[in-house]
């Protein structure tokens, strides 16, 4: 498909990334290698399609693929991808755009210029600026693209200039790793919406989307990309190039609830801490009477714990995750996606049957999941199920990187808590306030962009809601 007009499409066949990405200079390593372990810890931020991108200093060459980073690299065609500078992403993105032209790193190879760029985040504005590109062909549907042009088109030489020059047109989200022929770059946008850490593998630098792939290739954290700054590694080292503009940090706080992997570290908060946090708090909001409390496998177990923990509730497993299924959220089609709910999930009947249950998990979005679960429980024998989520409701879509649906299929959008509840058939249905929500997190509230709970956006979008197009450009 080739797009030119991106405000023509409805919301949810637009572009939105929620991606991981890593970037690595390190001369005298096996830079792919490294490069697909890191993507393998980042696989939980995308699962559509894997890339990487390796120089020699002379030859950027490229493996890139629709599919799981297992499935798109082995060791013959990562063999061949020789160098000392690399980068890497794993790509999440709706149905509509998740085809072949669209994997990345984006390469951009011109008679003058030579690189690759990985982005995770999302373009408000991406529709405005391609009509700036002209005598672009453009080959994909992806904002990436046209962020890559806008920058390689800055009416600059040197990269640090190009970027800032074309940052300033740019509004959203974009925590990026490029690199040329022989160095390593990477930015993020002044609101800092996702994250983007720094690590120190021996004498050379890495950098990752979250600090769970350090862990894994073996490097230890330095610190984060600052909101708005731009750095270049070459043999000189790790330079800051300069300062898009001033920071004005708006933390996406869905990152903490789901996106990030529990094990990974978010200005200075481990996300498995927050999560067990908000179940914590939860359990003060929202008690019950239960003989057990369970997760809803894995993105509700660390609140669960904190659940049962201040409770007083038991903890105990009562569904089984198929973990060879995939994800059930990204499936276009309904009916599609609630097999997939009843795949994915198995009840003991054993340990369910005549049993009252507190049933967490980390959010509801349309409501196939949770009611699927209530379902099966009670099939099993399930006396009262009473679910707890640890999040306030989704009531707004995001623009900034999350792959959130159309407004009128967030369930809590045209329905109250009540409503929800019965929807679902569960007992009791409670969830987490936003100031307790910010209270676990830790960090202070003008700090984080909480529009998904709020429809308080921090860069005008000008969407409009009703007719689910971009009006005008954003500002
Ligand atoms: P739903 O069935 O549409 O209500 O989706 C809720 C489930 O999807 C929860 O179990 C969440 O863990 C998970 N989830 C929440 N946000 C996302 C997202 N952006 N991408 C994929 N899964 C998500």
């Not at 967490?360 to 099939?379: A, N, P």
């Not at 329905?415 to 509840?421: C, D, L, M, N």
Request: aromatic share 8%.
């Amino acid at each position: 498909m080739f797009v030119t007009d991106i405000r023509q499409l409805k919301y949810q066949e637009a572009l939105h990334d929620h991606c991981g990405v890593f970037g690595i200079y390190a001369p005298g390593e096996d830079v792919a290698k490294i490069t697909y372990f890191a993507l393998h810890s980042l696989q939980h931020r995308g699962q559509e399609s894997a890339g990487i991108a390796v120089s020699d200093g002379r030859k950027l060459r490229s493996i890139r693929n629709l599919g799981l980073v297992t499935s798109v690299f082995h060791e013959d065609n990562l063999n061949k991808l020789k160098g000392f500078v690399a980068i890497g992403h794993n790509r999440y993105s709706t149905a509509g755009g998740n085809v072949h032209q669209n994997v990345q790193p984006f390469i951009l190879s011109t008679k003058y210029k030579v690189f690759a760029l990985a982005h995770n985040g999302n373009i408000v504005n991406a529709n405005e600026l391609a009509k700036k590109l002209t005598n672009i062909h453009r080959t994909t549907t992806s904002d990436t693209e046209v962020l890559t042009y806008t920058i390689y088109k800055a009416k600059r030489e040197k990269w640090k200039d190009k970027i800032i020059n074309a940052a300033s047109t740019l509004k959203g989200a974009y925590s990026i790793v490029a690199c040329s022929k022989k160095r390593l770059y990477a930015f993020r946008d002044p609101w800092g919406f996702r994250p983007l850490v720094i690590g120190r593998l021996g004498s050379y630098y890495v950098v990752s989307s979250e600090t769970c792939a350090l862990e894994t290739i073996g490097a230890s954290y330095v610190r984060d990309v600052t909101p708005g700054e731009i750095i270049e590694v070459d043999r000189n080292g790790l330079t800051t190039l300069g300062q898009i503009a001033k920071p004005n940090l708006k933390f996406c706080l869905f990152e903490y609830v789901y996106l990030a992997r529990p094990d990974s570290v978010l200005n200075g908060e481990l996300v498995h801490n927050v999560r067990r946090n908000s179940g914590k708090i939860l359990a003060q909001e929202s008690p019950v009477k239960a003989d057990l409390v369970a997760a809803v496998p894995d993105s509700g177990t660390s609140a669960a714990l904190g659940y049962a923990s201040t409770s007083g509730i038991p903890f105990g497993e009562v569904l089984i995750k198929n973990r060879y299924i995939g994800r059930t959220f990204i499936q276009p089609e309904q009916h599609i996606r609630e097999l997939g709910v009843k795949i994915k999930f198995n009840p003991m009947e054993k340990i369910v049957n005549g049993k009252n249950i507190v049933i967490v998990d980390d959010s509801i979005v349309r409501g196939t999941t949770m009611k699927k679960i209530v379902e099966i429980l009670k099939k099993s024998g399930a006396k009262k199920i009473h679910i707890r989520v640890c999040s306030p409701p989704i009531r707004w879509p995001c623009f900034f990187g999350v792959d959130t649906p159309e407004r009128k299929q967030l369930i809590a959008s045209e329905k109250s808590v009540e409503e929800i509840r019965k929807f679902i058939v569960a007992d009791s249905l409670k969830y987490l306030s936003l100031s307790g929500l910010i209270k676990a997190s830790r960090q202070s509230d003008s700090s984080l962009c909480s529009a998904c709970f709020t429809g308080k956006y921090p860069i005008n979008v000008n969407y409009n809601f009703k007719k689910n197009i971009f009006e005008k450009e954003a500002t």
